[in-house]
Nanobody, 115 residues
Framework: QVQLVESGGGLVQPGGSLRLSCAFS????????MGWYRQAPGQQRDMVAT???????VAADSVKGRFTISRDNARNTVYLQMNSLKPEDTAVYYC?????????WGQGTQVTVSS
C-alpha cells in the first residue's frame, strides 16, 4: 500500500518561503508521477505542480516563477519549494502520486501566509 506523508507546512509572512516535503513508501517511487495540489476553504482542490518520472514539470500559472517542484529518487521524496509567498497561497497542500490507474493522496499540510 502506497503511503504519502507531507511535512513542512506552517505560518509564514507574505514574501517568505517554505519547503514542503512528501515521503513516499510502499512502491517503486521512480516510476510514479508525483504532484502537489492545494485546497483553500470553500474551494476545489487545484493542481499546483507535477513532476514525471523523467523529471518533466508542470506548474499552475498562479505559481510559475515562485514555486518549484523537485524529486529525489534516492530518498523517495518529492519537494515543493515555495518562494515569494502571498496570502492567496494559504491552503491545505496535498501530495499526490499517480501510476496507471493507481492514485494516492497524503493527509495534507496547512500553509498559512499572513502578517
Amino acid at each position: 500500500q502506497v503511503q504519502l506523508v507531507e511535512s513542512g507546512g506552517g505560518l509564514v509572512q507574505p514574501g517568505g518561503s517554505l519547503r514542503l516535503s512528501c515521503a513516499f513508501s510502499g512502491s517503486i517511487f521512480r516510476f510514479w508521477v508525483m504532484g502537489w495540489y492545494r485546497q483553500a476553504p470553500g474551494q476545489q482542490r487545484d493542481m499546483v505542480a507535477t513532476i514525471t518520472p523523467g523529471g518533466s514539470t508542470v506548474a499552475a500559472d498562479s505559481v510559475k516563477g515562485r514555486f518549484t517542484i523537485s524529486r529525489d529518487n534516492a530518498r523517495n521524496t518529492v519537494y515543493l519549494q515555495m518562494n515569494s509567498l502571498k496570502p492567496e497561497d494559504t491552503a491545505v497542500y496535498y501530495c499526490n502520486g499517480r501510476m496507471g490507474s493507481s492514485n494516492y493522496w497524503g493527509q495534507g499540510t496547512q500553509v498559512t501566509v499572513s502578517s
